[in-house]
Structure formats: structure tokens, C-alpha cells
């Protein structure tokens, strides 16, 4: 009352902020120029700059002007040519119905590790801008692993999957077709009364002239042409990752191949079909 003359309690205006707003730009700047920086290595360089900080205090202050840590949307590397594909293979494709989609099976291979990835990336950016240019993880495919799986799907449910031993080429692949791809194909489509389209990437072992041969043989029907390096396209991507978030729960268990092989082939037909293949599919036009 002595010095506001007033017996009203006025707020204390706090603890005096740790970053200037001179600061706080430069702290804005810097996740801006290095997203793929941790708050270690930020707190570092704005060390360098003359401001004194903890990883703790930078990550309070990253949340106040709106920024976070989040998994960073993976982007394959692409040429220009293969940039024209993709758009070619969109505008082809943009037309098609639900139903089309859903007769189109999806396929490819992936790899799985005994003791899990090796780590994971973060990037710091504002909520909203996940798949902003700058904030991509460039991807290239495959990687070292324990065992090559081959599995396919469609809308209506799970197809076979194959453990694919050894360099992965043409033989290997006609093989895996042969004994687990085609007497499936023959049975879906009987049982359906209907044809389905085959998807499979530009692989050399998928389209070298005897995997040409054989499916042209065995009058398996496939897309006139597929875009290259575009795993985002296909949804069996998908599906590899809950496979493998499925298996992380028991990754613990897992000591050699033959453990994570009988893992894979359990896990694997555990999949929801109707609630998780239909919506995968079902989302293919907004794509």
C-alpha cells in the first residue's frame, strides 16, 4: 500500500528472461539454417555467438516460438528425369476409381535386422512443416540387414511373404514368384472372378529379360511402367513399417536369423487386413 497506494497484491513480473529478443531471432535463425541440428549442437554454436545456454533452457524456448523435435518425413534422392516419371505415373493414375485400386496387388522386398536400427534422426522445425524441402531425410534403399523379405498385399488381404536368401537377382526373384506368388495370384483370382494388376519397382531383378519372360509367360498383368525411386507410392512401405514396429516388441527375444525368421512369418499374418490394407488402399487417390 506504501508504494502503489493501493491494497491490491500487483503480479510480479517473474524471473527476467533468459534470451533478448535480439537472441531469440537468432535462436529462430539457426533452427531455420540446421533443422537436422540437436539442441546440443545448437546450444554450441550459440555459444560460439557469445550466448551462454542449456540444451534444456533452448529447447523452453524453441517451444515458445513454436518450433519442436520431430521424425523427419524420408524423401528419396531423384533426378530430374526421374522426377518427370513420378508426375507422368501421377497424372496417369489420377483418374482411376477405389475399385481400380483395389484390384492392384503390392509388392516388394525389405530388409530386417536381428538387433533393430541403429538409431533414430531428429529434425527441429514448427508444427505444420513436416514436409517442408528442407526438413526431408534423403533416403536410399536398403541397407545392411539380417534377412531379405519378399511379401505382396492387396485391399482385401495379405499375400504370401518369402525370406530371400543370397544376392537378390533374377533367378532368385523368378523363383520367389514361382513357388509363392503365382499359385496365390491363380487362387485370388479364381476366387474373386476378377484380374489384378501386379506392382513391383524398376528393380534390374524384376524387369531384366528373364523376369520379363516369365511374367509375360505367366500372364501376369503389371503396370505399363512403374516411377522410379517412389517407395512413397507404394503402400507396402507401409506395411514393412508396422511389421517392423510389430517385431521391435519382441526384439528383446530375438538372438540369431532363425528367430527372427519364424518372428517375420508370425507377425506377419497378424497384420489387421480390413481395417489397415482397405484404408492403405483407400487413400491411394489422395496421394
Not at 505415373?89 to 475399385?99: Q, S
Not at 485400386?101 to 533393430?116: K, L, M, Q, T, Y
Not at 531384366?208 to 517412389?230: E, H, L, N, V
Request: a positive charge; charged letters at 25%; proline letters at 5%.
Amino acid at each position: 500500500y506504501n508504494k502503489t497506494g493501493t491494497g491490491v497484491i500487483v503480479k510480479r513480473s517473474g524471473r527476467p528472461q533468459k534470451f533478448s529478443k535480439r537472441d531469440q531471432r537468432t535462436v529462430v535463425r539457426n533452427f531455420r539454417e540446421q533443422p537436422f541440428a540437436s539442441f546440443v549442437e545448437h546450444t554450441i554454436k550459440l555459444k560460439d555467438a557469445g550466448i551462454n545456454t542449456h540444451p534444456q533452457t533452448l529447447l523452453i524456448y524453441a517451444r515458445r516460438n513454436g518450433f519442436g523435435s520431430y521424425t523427419p518425413a524420408s524423401l528419396p534422392m531423384l533426378k530430374p528425369s526421374q522426377i518427370k516419371k513420378r508426375l507422368a505415373w501421377a497424372r496417369e493414375k489420377v483418374n482411376w476409381t477405389p475399385e481400380q485400386w483395389r484390384s492392384a496387388i503390392w509388392s516388394d522386398e525389405s530388409r530386417f535386422n536381428v538387433n533393430g536400427s541403429d538409431g533414430r534422426i531428429r529434425v527441429i522445425h514448427k508444427e505444420g512443416g513436416r514436409f517442408s524441402p528442407d526438413h526431408f531425410l534423403k533416403t536410399v534403399k536398403f541397407g545392411n540387414g539380417s534377412i531379405m523379405i519378399w511379401g505382396c498385399f492387396w485391399a482385401g488381404g495379405l499375400g504370401p511373404i518369402a525370406i530371400m536368401k543370397g544376392s537378390v537377382n533374377q533367378d532368385v526373384y523368378v523363383d520367389c514368384l514361382s513357388n509363392h506368388f503365382l499359385p496365390w495370384l491363380l487362387n485370388l483370382s479364381l476366387e474373386h472372378s476378377k484380374e489384378f494388376i501386379f506392382q513391383e519397382d524398376g528393380a534390374s531383378s524384376h524387369t531384366g529379360k528373364y523376369a520379363t519372360w516369365y511374367k509375360q509367360r505367366c500372364q501376369i498383368q503389371g503396370f505399363d511402367f512403374w516411377a522410379p525411386q517412389s517407395p512413397d507410392l507404394n503402400h507396402i512401405e507401409h506395411v514393412w513399417a508396422y511389421h517392423e514396429r510389430r517385431i521391435e516388441t519382441r526384439r528383446h527375444q530375438l538372438k540369431n536369423v532363425d528367430q527372427l525368421e519364424t518372428c517375420l512369418r508370425n507377425k506377419w499374418y497378424a497384420i489387421p487386413q480390413s481395417s489397415f490394407l482397405e484404408t492403405l488402399v483407400d487413400n491411394m487417390p489422395s496421394r
